[in-house]
């Protein structure tokens, strides 16, 4: 649900594991980077340096002659945020974003939970149209009627539009995170609609999501389901990461496209998993393994991973 993604990194810090992390997600999902270099009051400050690392993670920055918007900031002295905002306006301007504020409202679940004396809640962010309060709703498997919309003070305000996040009270249940909420006509067919939602779901868990993976690829591709292959590799050293993703690279294919997401040296962790989740990848280890904790993970999100020890092996099988 991201348009633009507002990436900050502390100028005395430079990128930490969890940025690149964060830069991995931003670029599976294809979405727009504006970094915020934040702490440039400080005299241990050394932007050169966080643009340098930036550079060398494929977002050039503007002033180097890339394309990546680098804005300085200190959120303590509050300077350059206005300068941020201008960016992000114009990007959005660049990017067309518009949505209309008019007709039946849709909008997208990103926190769940119950709370005491207001039942199931969920935060939502509104794409379309307009919420407010006493309309009937689907989100889901879960239905209901707005008793109450919390903006992000606190207030309880009468109507919530396109960009607004908002605290809707008055669900059947806990919605999912990502669950899209649509504005019904009325309570009944909301209703309706949530018990054959509830009735999927169960035929659903009979039938597993299809996770990608090697062998059902060339399946996928035959009924236009998918052209692309994206991989995670996870190598014991840079240098064999190296040379898989040299030989990977050089595997030509009409059909399907190569698509490297992560590589870097280690076991398999829990944010390879969960990226892999996101992406709809395949987790690929050369001489490592997966880590205890994210054992349970990988089989909770079906996510398919290749363990391999012989570097022509794990090429001649990607290459099938």
Partial sequence: ITDIVVLVVAADDGLMPTTFEAIDHCKAAGVTIIIAINKVDLDRADVNKVKGQLQEN?????????????????AKE????????????????????????????????????????????????????????????????????????????????????????????????????GDELIEMENERKAKKLSEERHDQKRQDKLQPQQKSALETLFANIEQGRKNTLKLIIKADVQGSLQAIEKSLMEIES????????????????????????????????????????????????GVQVKLFSIIYELIDQVKE
Wanted: aromatic share 4%.
């Fill in 78 to 177: 509050g300077t350059g945020l206005d300068d941020l905002f201008e960016m992000i306006h114009l990007q959005s301007e660049v990017l067309e974003l518009k949505a209309n504020d008019d007709g039946p409202a849709r909008g997208t679940v990103i926190e769940a939970r119950t709370e005491a004396g207001k039942g199931p809640t969920a935060t939502v962010i509104i794409q379309s149209g307009t919420l407010s309060a006493g309309d009937a709703f689907i989100c889901g498997s879960q239905y209901g009627k707005v008793k109450a919309l919390i903006n992000d003070l606190g207030e309880r305000i009468p109507s919530a539009g396109p960009s607004v996040p908002v605290e809707v009270v008055g669900y059947s249940g806990v919605p999912n995170v």
């Fill in 58 to 74: 494929g977002l050039a920055p503007e002033d180097w002659g890339g394309e990546t918007i680098c804005v300085e900031v200190s």
């Fill in 254 to 301: 009409d059909k399907i496209s190569l698509e490297i997401l992560r590589q870097n040296a280690g076991p398999i962790s829990e944010a390879d998993v969960l990226l892999a989740s996101a992406s709809d990848a395949i987790l690929i280890g050369f001489n490592t393994k997966v880590e205890a904790k994210a054992q349970p993970i990988v089989k909770r999100e």
